[in-house]
């Protein structure tokens, strides 16, 4: 390492979870000039599973900030760099600023220099590249480098075509066509513009020739704000034919007057993430969904005493919580459904251990943090573990690690007055419980009909894994529990 990279730190966007390969900068702390120390939270960005807040791993002021608000960054990508030596006055511009000619092998730097934060892991970038080869006359201009980059090809640019160059003769008289010939070929004319993939296939969609593009990121980056402005001035031009024939415009649903009555929203974050994961969920296992009505009337006047009960104080008490307590048991009573199937290896892999997944609808989408080693909780102490859950979900600071590693997930579909669903599995995973809303129903209790406490519960398996047989035991045993919950004392 050079004195210059020394003392300029690049600081890269880390791997915040678990195998993630890119996140979202929602809010810088810092700007240039800024004084940072080791430890202090320098933004938020946010990744596929949570918002997390990136501290800085160096002491010094900041020197540049590479990316806006609101833009997604690849993991190992430089985004910050930080003078950690301010008073020694100026010096040359850091490697990641300029881009020398080279031929030589450049190899990433040791792990053990890297920026990485404790508990992130390092980002996946430890095989070598080469570095772009010099071009005749001068240096490779830094845009070569950042298209190279973009263009997902480390360390290797695509110059534009150039025409071969001919040995001259003494005897040809120099004509204007050839006298302009090498200083064609030695300034590309026909350059790639600079874009993500992203974004090309954004300006793809809407018909833009990017050439046609004035970029506003760094270093001459199109960003997908310049695409859409592009987009807004080509529009009059699109509307043109439709005041000779509006009605085939119209007939065919393309029409500006249709775009502008719509809301287009990116998929990425959480929501990309929840996505992925339930398509690959629902087409992978055999999902088996089975229902059952109960009478809870019990389980909620048992609620009620729990809320005044000494040892519950300051805790959430709530229906949901004696759901899963009565899943708990139930699991413990059977404790084959709490298992997963490895496709690899072709094992099922029963475990000893429950952690319990809750489904949490936040502002950036579902998760499902889980309650680890529940099965072995008292129920105070998963009453104060599901609260602590349920608030740091909605205020989006779930850690990546505390949804990681569940075995089975309650979805609560009757917050939101739903009867009944057919919830799909979260990967990995092998049962779901959607609990249902309690209502006043008519039931028939004791031989005569009687306004009842009444809900129902539907339970999703993996088939692959969990026969009928298994999958009506546990769903019977949670509702035999919560119609007597005192079998959560007899049963346990």
Request: proline share 9%; hydrophobic share 45%; with cysteine.
């Amino acid at each position: 390492m050079t004195a210059t990279e020394q003392r300029f730190r690049e600081f890269k966007m880390p791997d915040v979870g678990e195998g993630l390969t890119e996140a979202e900068i929602l809010k810088w702390y810092v700007q240039p000039g800024d004084t940072v120390t080791d430890g202090q939270v320098i933004c938020e960005v946010e990744t596929a599973k949570a918002a997390v807040e990136l501290p800085c791993p160096y002491d010094g002021v900041v020197r540049t900030v590479h990316f806006e608000e609101g833009t997604t960054v690849d993991v190992g990508t430089s985004i910050i760099v930080v003078d950690t030596d301010p008073g020694a006055g100026p010096a040359e511009a850091p490697a990641a600023e300029s881009a020398p000619a080279a031929e030589a092998e450049e190899e990433a730097e040791p792990q053990g220099r890297q920026a990485v934060l404790v508990g992130y892991g390092a980002a996946p970038s430890s095989t070598k590249r080469r570095a772009r080869k010099a071009q005749p006359g001068g240096a490779a201009p830094a845009a070569a480098a950042v298209q190279a980059e973009l263009n997902g090809h480390a360390g290797t640019a695509a110059p534009a075509p150039a025409a071969p160059a001919t040995p001259a003769t003494p005897t040809a008289p120099a004509t204007p066509a050839a006298s302009a010939a090498p200083a064609a070929s030695a300034v590309p004319t026909a350059e790639r513009p600079l874009a993500k993939p992203p974004v090309r296939k954004l300006a793809k969609d809407l018909g833009i020739d990017l050439a046609a593009v004035t970029p506003t990121g760094p270093d001459g980056v199109i960003t997908r704000e310049d695409v859409h402005a592009a987009a807004s001035a080509a529009a009059p031009a699109a509307e043109a034919p439709a005041e000779v024939a509006p009605a085939a415009s119209v007939a065919t649903g393309g029409s500006e007057a249709v775009r502008a009555r719509e809301t287009r929203i990116p998929i990425k974050g959480v929501r990309k993430a929840t996505a992925q994961a339930m398509v690959k969920s629902a087409f992978t296992a055999p999902h088996v969904t089975e229902f059952i009505t109960v009478d809870v009337t019990r389980t909620m006047k048992l609620v009620q005493e729990l809320k005044q009960d000494p040892d519950m104080a300051g805790l959430r008490v709530n229906p949901l919580l004696l759901v899963a307590k009565a899943l708990l048991v139930a699991i413990k009573r059977n404790p084959e459904i709490n298992a997963a199937w490895d496709e690899e290896n072709q094992e099922i892999v029963r475990k000893d251990y429950v952690n319990l997944g809750i489904a949490a609808a936040t502002p950036r989408g579902l998760i499902v943090p889980n309650i680890k080693d529940a099965g072995a909780k008292t129920l105070p102490q998963l009453a104060a573990a599901l609260g602590e859950l349920v608030s740091t979900a909605r205020e989006g600071k779930t850690a990546p690690g505390d949804m990681a590693g569940g075995t089975v997930t309650i979805t609560n579909v009757g917050v939101f007055g739903v009867d009944a669903g057919t919830p799909i599995l979260n990967p990995g995973e092998s049962a779901i419980l959607a609990f249902g809303a309690v209502k006043l129903q008519p039931w028939v209790h004791k031989g005569k009909v009687k306004p009842r406490q009444v809900t129902t519960l539907a339970l999703s398996f993996d088939h692959r894994l969990v026969d009928g047989e298994l999958g009506s035991k546990v769903l019977a045993d949670i509702a035999a529990i919560l119609e007597h919950p005192k079998r959560l004392i007899t049963w346990a």
